[in-house]
T-cell receptor
Framework: EPEVTQTPSHQVTQMGQEVILRCVPI?????FYWYRQILGQKVEFLVS????????KSEIFDDQFSVERPDGSNFTLKIRSTKLEDSAMYFC?????????????FGSGTRLTVV | KNQVEQSPQSLIILEGKNCTLQ??????????LRWYKQDTGRGPVSLTI?????NTKSNGRYTATLDADTKQSSLHITASQLSDSASYIC??????????????FGGGTRVLVKP
């Protein structure tokens, strides 16, 4: 079964450093998303990406965040200057809109720890 | 503001028993409702997806119901197994933007199945 692959599985970084979280969506999917889950809290929407541009973003997704699809396969989330409160599990998801399916496929996540 | 509330927060059941999880939502404009299973430290995995016109949907021992009038859903687990121990998350999708739907997650119900 096709999978969304995220790397690394765990990243530890110092406050103020830049991090890039990587995702390889399912190859024929067209819509890409980042979500995050702070420990013990709900999963929250960050950003959606379609047709090589951001479609929608949440209040969380401020100027410190950016997304890119640098080639045909990778989808990255960059945090420019990490803060302690950025520590969370970050999930990438992709979707192929079809008439009969509304299926999102989530990756296993990257656990980001900011120290 | 779109919200999804689940109850109970957690429950413990004996292997082989049944249980029912509840979900209430205020999401507009409603597109569909999903139930996900999330193992600790992993990404959510889809169990069922229901649109406005569907009242019930089954996936093996999982049966979801939807009452779009009262904005309530339930997930029934039949003959529970130890492997059912996980968080079960109700996720409601609202039509939003060019990337299609945006997901609003509930806080999840943590289920522990004991032998």
């Amino acid at each position: 079964e096709p999978e969304v692959t995220q790397t690394p599985s765990h990243q530890v970084t110092q406050m103020g450093q830049e991090v890039i979280l990587r995702c390889v969506p399912i190859s024929n999917h067209l819509y890409f998303y980042w979500y995050r889950q702070i420990l013990g809290q709900k999963v929250e929407f960050l950003v959606s990406f379609y047709n090589n541009e951001i479609s929608e973003k949440s209040e969380i997704f401020d100027d410190q965040f950016s997304v890119e699809r640098p080639d045909g396969s990778n989808f990255t989330l960059k945090i420019r200057s990490t803060k302690l409160e950025d520590s969370a599990m970050y999930f990438c998801a992709s979707r192929r809109e079809t008439q009969d399916s509304y299926g999102y496929t989530f990756g296993s996540g990257t656990r980001l720890t900011v120290v | 503001k779109n919200q999804v509330e689940q109850s109970p927060q957690s429950l413990i059941i004996l292997e082989g028993k049944n249980c029912t999880l509840q979900c209430n939502y205020t999401v507009s404009p409603f597109s569909n409702l999903r139930w996900y299973k999330q193992d600790t430290g992993r990404g959510p995995v889809s169990l069922t997806i229901m649109t406005f016109s569907e009242n019930t949907k089954s996936n093996g021992r999982y049966t979801a119901t939807l009452d779009a009038d009262t904005k309530q859903s339930s997930l029934h687990i039949t003959a529970s197994q130890l492997s059912d121990s996980a968080s079960y998350i109700c996720v409601v999708s609202a039509r939003s933007g060019a990337a299609g739907n945006k997901l609003t997650f509930g806080g999840g119900t943590r289920v522990l199945v004991k032998p």
